[in-house]
C-alpha cells in the first residue's frame, strides 16, 4: 500500500487479525495492532509523513548513531532514508511458526551518504509477526568495507499507552544510568520500578534481555524482549519539552512512552566482513494473565 505522499508501506497481517504496517521511509514499524485491532504503537496526531524526517511515532530507526552525541544528525540518518524490499531475503531459520509474515527491508549508502558518514555496509532489517502478534524485528548490519567502523542504534519505540502517571517499567531497578538531562551523568536508579511525574529522558545500562511495561488502566502489558541490545533507552518528554516538539500534541505525552532497546554507552565496532545482530520481539498481554 501508498501512504498520504505515495512512499510504499508493506502489511504483515496474520489470520487471527493482528497487523503490522512498515514504511520504506525510514524501515519505520508505522502501526502495530493486536487481533482486536487496537493500535498498540503511539503516533502523533501533528505526525508529518513527509520523505526527509521521521515520523512521530511508531518505530523510528536510530543508525548509525543514537542521539546528539557525534558528528551526525540526532538519531542518524536512517530514519530518514528510502530503504528497499529485499524481494529474495534468506529464509527464517530454525522456525516452526509457519504462520509468521516477514519482510525484508535493505539499506545501503548512495555515493552522497558516503560522504557524511564514509563506510560501506549493508543493513537487513527483517520485520515479521507471528501467529500470536508477536512483532519481531531483527537489524543485521554488515561491514562490506577495507576498515572497521563503529555505530550506535536503537529501535526508537514509542509504545501507545492510556495515561503515563499510571504506568511503570520493571526491570530496570537497580541499573545505573545515563541522565540524558544532566550532560548524560551517571546514577543508579533507587526506585523498585521505574514510574513518571516529570521528564524523563535516560539511558539504562546493561539491561536484562526482557523488561515489562504495566499499562494499568489500559490493562495490558508490553513484554520486551532483547538480544544484542545491552542498553535501554527511557524517554517522555513530560509538558514543558512537548510544548517545543512541534510535531506533538501538547498533550500527546500523557498517552506516549518511548522504551528503547539500544547499544549506546558502548558502540558495537565492526571489522571487514563481521556482522552485528540486535533483535527485538515486543509482546502485548493482557494483565489480566498475569492474575
Ligand atoms: C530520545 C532522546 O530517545 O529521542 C531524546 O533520548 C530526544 O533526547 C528524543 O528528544 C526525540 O528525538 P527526535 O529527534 O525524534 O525528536
Redesign the pocket.
Known amino acids: 500500500v501508498k501512504d498520504w505522499n505515495g512512499i510504499d508501506q508493506v502489511v504483515l497481517r496474520v489470520p487471527r487479525g493482528a497487523s503490522a504496517r512498515v514504511s520504506l521511509h525510514g524501515g519505520q514499524v508505522v502501526s502495530w495492532k493486536n487481533e482486536r485491532g487496537e493500535e498498540l504503537l503511539f503516533t502523533s496526531s501533528k505526525a508529518i509523513f513527509k520523505p526527509s524526517r521521521?515520523m512521530?511515532g511508531g518505530i523510528?530507526i536510530c543508525f548509525p548513531q543514537f542521539?546528539n552525541c557525534g558528528s551526525l544528525e540526532?538519531?542518524g540518518f536512517a530514519r530518514n532514508k528510502m530503504w528497499s524490499i529485499d524481494s529474495d531475503p534468506p529464509p527464517l531459520k530454525n522456525d516452526d511458526d509457519k504462520g509468521k509474515v516477514s519482510v525484508d527491508l535493505l539499506l545501503k549508502p548512495s555515493e552522497d551518504d558516503l560522504k557524511c558518514w564514509p563506510h560501506c555496509y549493508e543493513f537487513r532489517l527483517r520485520v515479521s509477526l507471528t501467529t500470536n502478534g508477536v512483532l519481531s524485528m531483527i537489524s543485521r548490519v554488515r561491514n562490506i568495507n577495507g576498515k572497521p567502523f563503529s555505530f550506535s542504534f536503537?529501535y526508537?519505540t514509542y509504545l501507545s499507552v492510556s495515561d503515563i502517571s499510571e504506568v511503570r517499567i520493571e526491570g530496570l531497578e537497580t541499573l545505573d544510568y545515563l541522565d540524558?538531562l544532566c550532560q548524560r551523568k551517571r546514577f543508579t536508579e533507587q526506585g523498585d520500578a521505574v514510574t513518571f511525574e516529570s521528564e524523563v529522558?535516560r539511558i539504562y545500562l546493561g539491561s536484562p534481555n526482557v523488561i515489562a511495561v504495566l499499562d494499568h488502566e489500559k490493562k495490558r502489558t508490553f513484554l520486551i524482549k532483547k538480544k544484542g541490545l545491552p542498553d535501554v533507552?527511557v524517554?517522555n518528554?513530560w509538558e514543558k519539552?512537548s510544548k517545543s516538539?512541534p510535531d506533538l500534541g501538547d498533550e500527546e505525552y500523557k498517552q506516549m512512552l518511548?522504551v528503547?532497546g539500544a547499544v549506546v554507552e558502548r558502540p558495537i565496532t565492526l571489522k571487514p566482513g563481521e556482522e552485528w545482530t540486535g533483535r527485538l520481539d515486543l509482546t502485548a498481554i493482557p494483565s489480566t494473565h498475569f492474575i
Request: glycine share 6%.
Open positions: 521521521a512521530r523510528p542521539g540526532q538519531h536503537a526508537h540524558n529522558d533507552v524517554w518528554p519539552k516538539i518511548c528503547d
